[in-house]
């Protein structure tokens, strides 16, 4: 039986770091299978939220930093590739917390990057 290859038509958000939701929208997704097995970024296996032949939400994890691909691998093995489609940042880094000290109503101001 011949099945039409999937496509993955979106990515959101396009960048992020470890945590962040990656929804992935597309065709045929499923390959004929009945599960989504994997989802990947930059070859990264992240924690899967929901899947099915249209639609694909999972977790991010721990990745090299740069841009890359992301890919969906059914239960037939079948995988489609978004080629170039997520920016893996990096985690953040506070850098300081000021004051180091207060009360309930103290503001606090938290300095670094990567943050959001």
């Known amino acids: 039986e011949f099945l039409v290859p999937g496509n993955i038509s979106s990515v ?3 960048s992020g ?3 962040t939701t ?3 929208k597309g065709t045929n ?4 299978g009945a599960n989504i097995s994997k989802a990947l970024s930059l070859g990264n296996e992240g924690r899967i939220v929901f899947g099915n032949n249209t639609l694909v939400i999972f977790g991010v994890q721990p990745s090299v930093l740069g841009i890359g691909d992301i ?3 059914s239960d037939t093995g079948a995988t ?7 920016e893996y ?4 880094n506070i850098t300081s917390v000021k004051p180091n000290k207060g009360q309930t109503g103290t503001i606090v101001e ?4 990567g943050l959001f």
């Open 71 to 73: 890919s969906i691998v």
């Open 80 to 86: 489609t590739i978004k080629r170039n489609a997520f």
């Open 22 to 24: 990656v929804t992935v």
């Open 29 to 32: 997704l499923l390959g004929g």
């Open 110 to 113: 938290i300095a670094g990057y």
């Open 12 to 14: 959101s958000p396009t």
């Open 17 to 19: 770091q470890t945590g």
């Open 89 to 92: 940042l990096g985690g953040g």
